[in-house]
């Protein structure tokens, strides 16, 4: 059986001949990961609409002008083109995302955004959006480096593979990243004596 990577990068190269169907199946097939990052980082779904098309303009762009060099790293590759466009955008707005700014102050970042909430009842639904919104104040406390990696790996639901190519680091430092995040988070948790299930 073939790895996800190979078979990216085997649409990759279908397309380039000229297959505009490879390219359909790799946007199928990746969209929701690096809409819902862009989303994470602009706050805005409007916004994020139109980075996210920027993107795969520009993923396009780059594959019919045969500059794509990064063979079997197709995801990676296009995460990084949308955290870059995001980073354009909040430098022409003269303000950084806060997901790299993770001050206590930051009260309008919700990751959890783009949860689906189980409605049983109403009473069930209105506890687990206080643990929601417990667990985003939690993790705004954690290093920047050690949220990135949890943000990538349970909302953007990334390997750690791809979260180690994506954010330039080895495999193991992705893997540390997170056990010291859930670590750290557990410590928080048992500090403020904060319950958080029902």
Not at 23 to 43: C, G
Not at 94 to 122: E, H, Y
Not at 133 to 155: S, W
């Amino acid at each position: 059986m073939r790895s996800p990577q190979l078979q990216d990068q085997e649409l990759v190269h279908q397309y380039i001949q000229g297959n505009e169907a490879a390219l359909a199946e790799l946007f199928t097939r990746h969209e929701q990961k690096v809409f819902t990052y862009v989303r994470m980082m602009v706050k805005d779904t409007a916004l994020a609409e139109d980075i996210f098309q920027d993107v795969f303009i520009k993923v396009i762009h780059t594959l019919k002008s045969g500059n794509y060099n990064e063979e079997g790293k197709f995801l990676p590759w296009v995460m990084r083109i949308s955290h870059n466009l995001c980073i354009d955008y909040f430098r022409k707005q003269k303000r950084m995302p806060q997901v790299q700014n993770a001050g206590k102050d930051n009260d309008d970042f919700d990751i959890f955004r783009t949860l689906k909430i189980t409605d049983d009842n109403v009473e069930e639904k209105m506890i687990k959006e206080q643990i929601l919104a417990d667990v985003k104040k939690l993790i705004k406390e954690l290093p920047a480096d050690q949220q990135e990696v949890l943000i990538l790996r349970h909302y953007a639901d990334m390997s750690f593979q791809e979260i180690a190519d994506f954010t330039g680091v080895s495999i193991n430092t992705a893997l540390g990243r997170m056990r010291y995040a859930l670590i750290n988070l557990r410590k928080i948790v048992k500090q403020k004596e904060i319950v958080l299930s029902f």
